[in-house]
């Protein structure tokens, strides 16, 4: 009985032990020591500014020390190796978004990671659509004269993005698709080169981040015809989306989120989340949000979770149709 008595005594011990082991890293997380979140892109852009706001705001209302850490190159897949392969600590997370996560996988021959097996997602951020623009000189004052002329003139209406086997360009692809029309796609090295010939009107048609065009839309240069999310955009809510110009259920959008990697105590998982979550409920973060042409929104890391493994297998089959690939 004395023996069996310590052998329970010890199992005790041992599983509040384990549970202690489980809730430390919570309650102790991240203490003075800076959590590093990596940014696959260069500063400046989309991914780079709402990283930046995140790591600013954790920063500041948290007393944490989160230090944004720019690992640029190849579509962003640079950034989310580093990230695959850090530590699973927490103190080293990334900001990844629907390019480099679940469209890139599918470019990109022999990356040493999977999205849904080497990572965890931690918080959604935010979601910004797709907008399809003309020069405000353009003869194209509706979505429906672009199918209107590209049906009268197959091959003829031109539309540039950002490049090859993006989101955009595939967003231009779906939309061709939808419509059932062809369009010539002409794929610029970045989104300010495609903009600057669209307001030249060397390209008939922009297809561009919102974020990237906002500012030519605002100055009167560029006109919106459609952005591609199932709903309008905040930011811009006289634009009608694609599906409400006659294209059923159509929707596509970047979103942008917080990952760490795979075997990242699922306490820290929950920290991060709830203080990500509740940074995007107050009210300067939303508006510095919008400001950008993107829409918050909060989700639990499951949803995320669930949201990142759906996008990732549905994006095989549309990354193989548009027959997009890099070397």
């Not at 996560?101 to 999977?114: A, E, F, Q, S, T």
């Not at 353009?138 to 002329?149: E, M």
């Not at 003829?156 to 090859?164: A, I, L």
């Not at 400001?291 to 949803?303: D, R, V, W």
Request: proline share 7%; no cysteine.
């Amino acid at each position: 009985m004395f023996r069996q008595l310590i052998s329970f005594t010890a199992l005790a011990l041992a599983l509040g032990a384990g549970a202690q082991a489980q809730t430390t890293p919570a309650a102790a997380y991240p203490g003075a020591k800076p959590v590093r979140l990596i940014v696959p892109f260069p500063p400046g852009g989309g991914t780079d500014i709402l990283a930046r706001l995140v790591a600013t705001k954790l920063t500041e209302v948290n007393k944490w020390t989160v230090v944004p850490d720019n690992k640029a190159g190849a579509g962003g897949t640079i950034g989310i190796t580093e990230a695959a392969k850090a530590a699973p600590t927490g103190y080293d997370i990334v900001m990844g978004q629907k390019d480099n996560l679940v469209i890139g996988p599918w470019l990109y021959k022999n990356l040493p990671w999977d999205p849904t097996k080497d990572l965890v997602a931690v918080a959604h951020v935010a979601y910004t659509p797709v907008v399809i623009a003309t020069s405000t000189n353009s003869k194209f004052k509706t979505l429906a004269d672009v199918v209107a002329a590209a049906r009268a003139t197959p091959g003829k209406v031109t539309y540039g993005s950002p490049g090859n086997g993006t989101s955009i360009h595939l967003a231009g692809d779906l939309f061709e698709k939808a419509a059932g029309v062809k369009l010539v796609h002409v794929p610029y090295k970045g989104s300010n080169p495609a903009l600057m010939d669209a307001l030249a009107g060397n390209v008939d048609l922009l297809v561009s981040s919102l974020p990237s065009a906002m500012g030519q839309i605002k100055a009167g240069k560029l006109r919106p015809l459609a952005v591609t999310s199932i709903k309008r955009s905040s930011s811009l809510p006289e634009v009608p989306t694609v599906a409400e110009s006659g294209f059923k259920d159509f929707d596509v959008s970047t979103w942008y989120g917080v990952l760490a990697p795979a075997g990242t105590p699922a306490a820290v998982v929950t920290t991060l989340n709830t203080e990500i979550n509740k940074l995007l409920a107050q009210a300067d973060v939303k508006a510095a949000i919008h400001a950008q042409g993107a829409e918050p929104e909060a989700m639990t890391a499951a949803q995320f979770g669930t949201l990142l493994k759906t996008d990732y297998a549905k994006w095989k089959g549309i990354v193989e149709a548009s027959g997009a690939k890099i070397e």
